[in-house]
């Protein structure tokens, strides 16, 4: 640990750098509460004049839990085998802001809620070449985060990596330096990544020119879509926001689900737990929440930054916590502005970029179908049948699964067929997750349709029985097809007067608006429909 004890030794280290948020003025107050008993504090060097610290905790001697299964065969006796975890702060404040540079599991010893959002990925794109990348975390926008990691075997640019500016929340990004005073090779997420030799009196210098990067516009010339949702920082609006999500989950409001922060190694994932020696599951269901919340109808904010998740790690049985809210996703409004909670923040969908989604959704037509209104008392089966036998032209095709090569399993091809080329998809409400299956069901369903002939063949099978024969092959032939003859129609249900525009989530519009545009280049026609249920309830 030379660099820690100050030796003017330059060898290569690697620098995990947070920046902490402005409100936080002193050190202690950036360490978790439960961590400060158990670390120690080193004064720095005066020779160094900074104004800064160092938090070492004691390390950590864990008795692996697998040694016991070992213990029941061996013949002799296996003593305890123990893990062991060491964790370091170094702090300084530089320019009245707080930098926190990591060792070991030392960000774990970090408050949450200390850390700035995106920190490390705005300096990170203001210093790397954008024609030299090496790798890429995107999420998407749904209830149901969906993360993805892109590599490339050897640098390149960023079109190599299909960015979706509309639909992609950009996490993190590593490629070469621009700048070789900040190394070869840098990373960006929350933190800021940096390997290369230095000293300990480098330290101070390099964080100032780290800061002035930050502070850049740079990057807004190839990554300017990144500020389409930016991290909420006023601390006002993050407790109406809070507030906002604590009686959502008193409610159980069906828009909160759960997904992981960041990539699980699920090769070593035995499950999740709210507890530290409490039940486990390996499904991330915010139902599972629910069930171990004795005291839901007693959360506040202060009790819901406490939660904890608990990854149980399969290798080593370690139950390391994380805390619930980054798990969250939601969305919700405040003056007409839009939020959604992702990944452990909360994010501001810029007008610009809402008006945007609109404006695409908004192009799609609607069908030219009759549709039947909804009965109160109908559920999705029931609005199906009466639908598919309201007109002679149309075939039931719910809950009549096909096999599907491309999704590997069965799926439906959609829910109510039309002779005249039409493929209707039907869903009853606006639960985000309910229409992000269907538009998923949709983009399968099509794609197999053009490239599967035995999905063609099992199509036709489900129709030939109510046409003649001969108007088969025209009507959906088993060789190739013409994309541009088939209508892809989304009919959803509910019970506003406002038009479906105005009250699908946002999460949804999105979502559709993916669908919309990848289904347009195959070539297909797509609409969407609103269907009202009889008796409808004013919004």
């Not at 120690?40 to 104004?51: A, L, M, R, S, V």
Request: net charge neutral; hydrophobic share 35%; aromatic share 12%.
């Amino acid at each position: 640990m030379n660099f820690l004890l100050g030796v003017c030794v330059e060898k290569n280290y690697k620098l995990s750098i947070y920046l902490i948020k402005k409100d936080y003025n002193q050190f202690h107050d950036c360490i978790q509460e439960k961590k400060k008993n158990s670390i120690e504090e080193y004064k720095i060097k005066p020779i160094y004049n900074y104004n800064g610290v160092i938090f070492l905790s004691k390390p950590n001697h864990n008795i692996a839990s697998w040694v016991e299964i070992l213990r029941e065969g061996a013949d002799t006796i296996i003593d305890d085998i123990k893990n062991i975890s060491n964790s370091a702060v170094l702090m300084l404040k530089i320019s009245d802001r707080i930098f926190a540079c990591t060792f070991g599991y030392g960000k774990f010893l970090l408050e949450d809620n200390c850390i700035e959002v995106n920190f490390g990925l705005k300096t990170c794109l203001n210093l790397i070449d954008h024609s030299k990348l090496r790798s890429m975390d995107k999420a998407n926008f749904d209830d149901t985060t969906i993360l993805t990691r892109m590599q490339a075997s050897s640098l390149t640019s960023t079109d190599s990596f299909m960015i979706d500016p509309l639909g992609d929340l950009l996490r993190s990004i590593t490629g070469e330096s621009k700048d070789n005073n900040f190394g070869k090779t840098l990373s960006g997420t929350d933190a800021f990544f940096i390997s290369r030799k230095m000293g300990f009196t480098d330290i101070e210098p390099l964080l100032k020119n780290v800061y002035e990067k930050y502070m850049s516009d740079g990057y807004k010339e190839k990554f300017a879509w990144v500020d389409n949702v930016e991290p909420v920082r006023d601390k006002d609006i993050i407790h109406e926001l809070d507030e906002t999500l604590v009686e959502g989950l008193k409610e159980k409001n069906k828009l909160i689900t759960l997904s992981p922060p960041g990539f699980i190694e699920f090769e070593n994932f035995l499950g999740i737990s709210f507890t530290e020696k409490g039940e486990t599951r390996n499904d991330f269901d915010i139902d599972f929440f629910y069930e171990q919340s004795k005291d839901l109808q007693d959360l506040d904010i202060k009790k819901l930054n406490t939660k904890k998740v608990f990854i149980v790690n399969g290798s080593s049985e370690v139950r390391k916590p994380i805390k619930l809210q980054k798990f969250l996703n939601f969305q919700t409004e405040i003056d007409d502005s839009k939020y959604v909670c992702t990944l452990g923040s909360w994010f501001k969908i810029s007008k610009s970029f809402y008006e945007q989604i609109k404006s695409d959704v908004s192009k799609i037509k609607e069908s030219n179908i009759e549709f039947i209104k909804c009965n109160p008392n109908w559920n999705e089966k029931e609005y199906n049948e009466n639908l598919a036998n309201s007109n002679k032209d149309f075939i039931l095709f719910d809950r009549k699964p096909i096999k599907c090569k491309n999704a590997n399993t069965t799926i439906e091809a959609c829910d109510v067929f039309s002779i005249e080329k039409e493929l209707i998809h039907v869903k009853v409400g606006n639960k985000s997750s309910t229409l992000s299956h269907l538009f998923a069901q949709a983009r399968i369903s099509a794609t197999s349709m053009i490239n599967d002939k035995e999905f063609r063949e099992e199509m036709r099978s489900l129709i030939e029985h109510k046409i003649d024969k001969n108007k088969l092959d025209c009507i959906l032939p088993l060789d190739k097809i013409q994309n541009s003859n088939y209508t892809i129609t989304f009919a959803i249900i509910n019970q506003y007067e406002k038009p479906l525009i105005d009250v699908l989530p946002f999460f949804s519009l999105l979502n559709l608006r993916q669908t919309y545009q990848y289904l347009s280049e195959y070539g297909f026609n797509v609409r969407l429909n609103q269907i009202y249920r009889e008796n409808i309830k004013k919004n």
